[in-house]
């Protein structure tokens, strides 16, 4: 049976026929001195420089900046947003979206490990105009200069918009259809594809984001520290708090890496508030790592309505150990949401928000290898936890056998497929892969629509209204005849010596002589020093957990170096990038350093 519903207009009451870069000037009429967005910045001041906008001025900065790159672009021309993340950045996008041009929300070429995906991006969307900061300019033409990219007509820095430009600027109509913006894609399995997103998925998806976070509560805030350039977080960031106008307090990513801690105090900080937020798995894990009494001490988490847990597979024992650190601190145990999501249906799908701690059920690995969820007890050989995503909002979700095309029934396997207002029509000039991935028709569709739908390559199920996400198919690793999912290897493999580090494992199959063989590459462990590290101790220790756990052999097990797992934009292990390297012979081993020190000393 199909999950979920649509929702006439896409929000109660029908707001969703207001498309929504049009509220900015809506909120700046109603209230015009409320604060809109607060930048906190961490790099000159610890205790962090805080810059609010109301609606009134944001108005103001977007219509400059639409009259802006008007006068540098066309309707439909791209313009590449190589801004760091402050407020500028929002600006240029509600600038972008006002002025009929297609906003490539990407980054500053100075961002460290994503140089290839920078130049993929650029290049497919070829952008006319190009934004970016005073700061960021010299790494803007020298990435111009060394690499062979398309050169905008333009370079605009966004501090040199003169606000006065507002009053030049004449509203023009949006359409639902117009293109808005191009998402790019991790680009883990292949170059970075642009999702087109129309300002009628991004209207669609925030009010669906919002319905689907049950903000029934009064005077929401949200705060992130997501990058904008990430799907997440830019419809976290910029457009939720569109749909009615609430406040958003974020930073930049770089400030939760350096001390994960200010996320937690940014939303304990907001008195008489109702806090929400959202952040990958390794978030939750990261905060729980530096989540010591003293830094708790005084911190009330009381007014944190929702945290979903997103854009990665989710892991019941990061729930476990978020919920039991964070309860000193007055976290609630029906904050956490787990949540489903991609760029192709925007980013929002469903999320468990109701105030509950998380489902977790628990099924048999075998049985799941063969394509069916069995609940089976905790403590049973072979327990497979699967963690709810909740329910889909504004959409419709249904479990599909993508050989047949036909729905599955609740508990087995297929791939999940999704309909909605939220739902891309294609990717930026690839009509061959739009319609493969956005063209879905089902061969019985009954009650539901016959099409189109999106299909996303993730492996999942429905029970009893709720949506479980098992694994991506392109990332299943078959062995004589059984499927097994990668992350379930990941998990074990870590677990098996502390010599591994957690979250950075990926699991690949390699093509064999009559079946696929299993390879585990892993990072070593800092924590572990060279000289005490047994390599043979660790490898012997990762196939016996492996053998024991799945009944199945690692043709290849091997430990490298800290930061040699490809990863995504968003954090998820990129095992198809790895396995090319791994190919290739490009991961810095651990042996390698072992033997360059032996060799040194002499």
């Known amino acids: 049976m199909a999950l979920g519903s649509l929702l006439p207009d896409f929000a109660p009451g029908g707001s969703g026929r207001i498309p929504l870069v049009q509220r900015v000037a809506r909120w700046a009429r109603e209230r015009p001195d409320d604060p809109s967005w607060t930048f906190v910045e961490y790099s000159s001041d610890p205790s962090g420089i805080r810059t609010t906008l109301t609606w009134a001025e944001s108005d103001r900065r977007a219509r400059a900046m639409a009259t802006r790159l008007r006068r540098a672009a066309d309707p439909g021309d791209r313009v590449a947003l190589l801004l760091p993340q402050t407020p500028d950045y929002l600006m240029t996008m509600l600038g972008a979206m006002l002025a009929h041009v297609v906003a490539v929300p990407l980054f500053s070429p100075d961002l460290p490990g994503y140089a290839d995906r920078l130049i993929g991006a650029y290049t497919d969307s070829e952008p006319a105009v190009v934004v970016t900061s005073r700061g960021a300019l010299p790494q803007v033409e020298k990435f111009l200069a060394d690499h062979d990219v398309p050169r905008p007509k333009e370079i605009v820095i966004a501090e040199d918009v003169d606000v006065s430009l507002a009053d030049a600027w004449t509203d023009e109509p949006v359409g639902f259809d117009d293109l808005a913006y191009l998402q790019y894609t991790s680009g883990s399995t292949r170059r970075p594809a642009g999702v087109e997103i129309t300002h009628g998925n991004i209207t669609a998806n925030a009010s669906q984001m919002w319905a689907g976070w049950a903000p029934e509560r009064p005077d929401p805030e949200l705060v992130s520290w997501l990058p904008l350039f990430h799907d997440m977080g830019l419809i976290a960031t910029m457009a939720m708090p569109l749909v009615n106008g609430d406040h958003v307090i974020y930073t930049e990513p770089m400030a939760f890496i350096m001390n994960p801690m200010r996320w937690m105090r940014l939303i304990a900080e907001r008195p008489n508030k109702n806090v929400y937020t959202a952040a990958p798995n390794f978030a939750y894990e990261y905060v729980v790592a530096h989540a010591t009494p003293q830094k708790l001490d005084g911190l009330d988490l009381s007014g944190l309505v929702t945290c979903l847990n997103g854009a990665e597979p989710i892991r019941p024992a990061t729930l476990s150990a978020f919920a039991e650190k964070l309860a000193p601190a007055g976290l609630r145990a029906g904050a956490q949401a787990p949540g489903y999501g991609l760029a192709e249906a925007t980013v929002f799908v469903s999320a468990a928000a109701e105030d509950a701690p998380p489902k977790v059920i628990t099924v048999d690995r075998e049985a799941l290898t063969q394509g069916r969820a069995v609940v089976v007890a905790e403590d049973a050989v072979n327990a497979n ?62 009650d539901l629509p016959e099409g189109p739908w999106t299909k996303t390559g993730d492996y999942g199920i429905a029970r009893e209204g709720e949506l479980y996400v098992t694994g991506r198919i392109k990332d299943l690793i078959i062995v004589d005849g059984r499927n097994h999912y990668p992350q379930d290897v990941e998990l074990t493999t870590e677990e098996a010596h502390p010599a591994v580090r957690a979250d950075h494992v990926a699991a690949f199959a390699v093509p064999g002589g009559e079946t696929e063989l299993l390879v585990v590459v892993a990072e070593r462990n800092r924590r572990v020093p060279l000289a005490r590290l047994d390599l043979a101790e660790v490898e012997n220790a990762v196939r016996g957990a492996v053998n024991v756990e799945h009944e199945m052999s690692v043709h290849a097990f091997v430990l490298i170096e800290p930061g040699g797992v490809s990863r995504t934009s968003s954090g998820k292990i990129a095992r198809a990038a790895t396995r090319r390297r791994y190919l290739a012979g490009e991961l810095a081993t651990t042996e390698a350093r072992l033997a360059t020190r032996a060799a040194a000393r002499g």
């Open 385 to 446: 936890p699967l963690v709810s995503c909740g329910r889909p909002v504004g959409q419709i979700v249904a479990i599909v056998d993508p050989e047949t095309r036909r729905e599955r029934p609740d508990g087995v396997v297929g791939e999940i497929w999704v309909h909605g207002p939220n739902t891309a029509p294609g990717y930026w000039r690839n009509s061959e892969r739009s319609q493969d991935t956005f063209g879905g028709r089902l061969a019985e569709p009954g």
